[in-house]
């Protein structure tokens, strides 16, 4: 049974920092390209980044790039996302997951329907 464990939510000023990490265990972690979604009351579930396989290509939405870093250590089976900078805007439930693929091209990474698998999400709230 696969399952993903995320920490590292919480409560932040506009500008302050946090860390997601997402552990995953029942499958072969590198076998398989990690994404980070979250979503705001009220609103859809938007893809915020993408690490394929073996960490060495990964994207990110707009609104997080130069802010965002996402990253995985496959002797942990464990992805991670740096956030820095925050903005209200952030506040949302992140949620990672598991793809289909061990990478994707082009913009199928935002498809939530590319995921198998997804944690129970971790609240992140930005003050300002």
């Known amino acids: 049974q696969v399952q993903l464990a995320e920490s590292g939510g919480g409560s932040v000023q506009a500008g302050g920092s946090l860390r997601l990490s997402c552990t995953v265990s029942g499958l072969i972690f590198d076998d398989y390209a990690m994404g980070w979604f979250r979503q705001a009351p009220g609103k859809e579930r938007e893809a915020v980044s993408y690490?394929?396989?073996?960490?060495?290509?990964?994207y990110y939405v707009d609104s997080v790039k130069g802010r965002f870093t996402i990253s995985r250590d496959n002797a942990k089976n464990t992805v991670y996302l740096q956030m820095t900078s925050l903005k209200p805007e952030d506040t949302a439930k992140y949620y990672c997951a598991v793809s289909r693929y061990t990478s994707m091209f082009g913009e199928s990474w935002r498809r939530p329907d590319q995921y198998n698998n997804w944690g129970q999400g971790t609240q992140v709230t930005v003050s300002s």
């Open positions: 690490i394929i396989w073996s960490g060495a290509r990964s």
